[in-house]
């Protein structure tokens, strides 16, 4: 069985500061997507990487897959209350048309004012 | 910017009940899923529907469930016979083309009683 394990799970920081969050598994995926998923609402695409080693930036949040294709990581600078959510790392071992994702646990992000 | 339409938003049912979920997907993709979240787990995968078939399925969607598309726009989710422990929130999700992302709904709260 696939698993993605995200720590870490809960997260609280202060406005301005730095954070990452990790995805980490045992399996290969083809790509690994992050998503913010807000309360009542479905989970909302960030970003997919799909290369071993790919960067990915988007403003002040970072993402990088790793060279193996196992693992991710997130990075968000100065960090604002607007980053405030669940993020959740998913990854996709078929890719093409079946988009079986295989979601992490999620971690919870609070970023106080 | 089109979007996933899913109704009801919450859906309370008696356990033994049927019931159906419907997904309006964005009106020229091609392929559709549901997942489900049970409260404070991972967003899970059910089914994958694609060409008018079931394209794969997990071990979740059993003989109780049923995927259907009856027209050009709805594509639904019914479960013949509710127990407890199918109470969760239900994402459908369509994508345009094999390497296009997700586009996930809000849900459907089910809670079953």
């Known amino acids: 069985t696939q698993l993605l394990e995200q720590s870490p799970q809960f997260l609280s920081i202060q406005e301005g500061e730095n954070l990452t969050v990790y995805c980490n598994s045992s399996s290969v995926f083809s790509s690994l997507q992050w998503y913010r998923q807000e309360p009542g609402e479905g989970p909302v695409l960030l970003v997919t990487v799909v290369t071993g080693g790919e960067v990915k930036k988007l403003k002040r949040l970072t993402f990088q897959f790793g060279d193996a294709r196992k693992d991710s990581s997130l990075h968000i600078t100065a960090a604002q209350p607007g980053d405030t959510g669940l993020y959740l790392c998913?990854?996709?071992?078929?890719?093409?048309?079946?988009?079986?994702?295989?979601f992490g646990k999620g971690t919870k992000l609070s970023v106080k004012p | 910017e089109p979007e996933v339409t899913q109704t009801p938003s919450h859906q309370v049912t008696q356990m033994g009940q049927e019931v159906i979920l419907r997904c309006v997907p964005i009106?020229?993709?091609?392929?559709f899923y549901w997942y489900r979240q049970i409260l404070g787990q991972k967003v899970e995968f059910l089914v994958s529907f694609y060409n008018n078939e079931i394209s794969e399925k997990s071990e979740i969607f059993d003989d109780q469930f049923s995927v259907e598309r009856p027209d050009g726009s709805n594509f639904t989710l019914k479960i013949r016979s509710t127990k407890l422990e199918d109470s969760a929130m239900y994402f459908c999700?369509?994508?345009?083309?094999?390497?296009?992302?997700?586009?996930f709904g809000n849900g459907t709260r089910l809670t079953v009683t």
């Open positions: 009106s020229n993709h091609l392929y």
């Open positions: 999700a369509s994508k345009g083309t094999d390497n296009s992302p997700l586009h």
């Open positions: 998913a990854g996709d071992n078929y890719g093409g048309s079946q988009g079986n994702l295989i």
